[in-house]
């Protein structure tokens, strides 16, 4: 068995190419050729902003506050569904949300906060994992939670493969709180 990072600026490369059984990606997976299977962990939103952002003094936010910011655009293997799962283009008041500088790596979406040029959705688990200076995580108290599920080519399940997911069915979502964030 062998690990493997994906890249949200191509999140289905590896599974179509083979490279990777399953993997375990932000719903929704809206594509014919992969399936989305059990949700495995379900996690809070954060807003990434630079220290001297406008929103970087408050303790939380709402979608609305999206609203007039620029965000952090991606390339294009990115389907635009999926994107907007995470960030949409208007917020529920209807405000824009604009796209900004082309990021394709993680450590990219980190700067280009920190520099200021952007803001960037992420999830909780960032709180524990990665941390950068010039940035500021503040939780989102209206945003639907992040859910994670499994997703494979359609059809073509390893056995082995097959008793995760029938595990991870069984056993349903956990639900991830990162140490020290709120809503």
């Known amino acids: 068995m062998a690990v493997r990072e994906v ?3 191509d999140p289905f490369a590896g599974v179509r190419a083979g490279d990777l059984d399953l993997a375990v990606l932000w719903r ?6 992969l399936t989305e299977g059990p949700v495995v962990f379900t996690e809070g939103r954060l807003p990434a902003v630079g220290t001297g952002h406008e929103l970087a003094g408050r303790t939380a936010v709402t979608l609305e506050d999206f609203g007039g ?8 293997d990115v389907p635009g569904y999926w994107m907007e799962s995470m960030v949409p283009a208007r917020t529920p008041g209807g405000r824009p949300v604009a796209r900004g500088p082309v990021v394709s790596t993680f450590h990219e979406v980190l700067h280009t906060v920190s520099s200021g040029q952007a803001v960037s959705p992420l999830n909780e688990h960032v709180v524990q994992y990665y941390s950068h200076p010039g940035i500021v995580l503040l939780p989102v108290v209206d945003a639907p939670p992040t859910e994670w599920a499994l997703v494979w080519r359609t059809g073509d399940l390893h056995p082995r493969a097959r008793a995760l997911v029938d595990l991870a069915a069984a056993l349903g979502p956990h639900s991830y709180a990162a140490p020290g964030v709120e809503p």
């Not at 929704?28 to 050729?33: C, G, I, K, N, S």
């Not at 910011?69 to 991606?74: H, I, P, R, S």
């Open 69 to 76: 910011q620029t965000c952090v655009g991606v390339g294009p």
């Open 28 to 33: 929704p997976v809206r594509e014919a050729d």
């Open 7 to 9: 890249h949200f600026s």
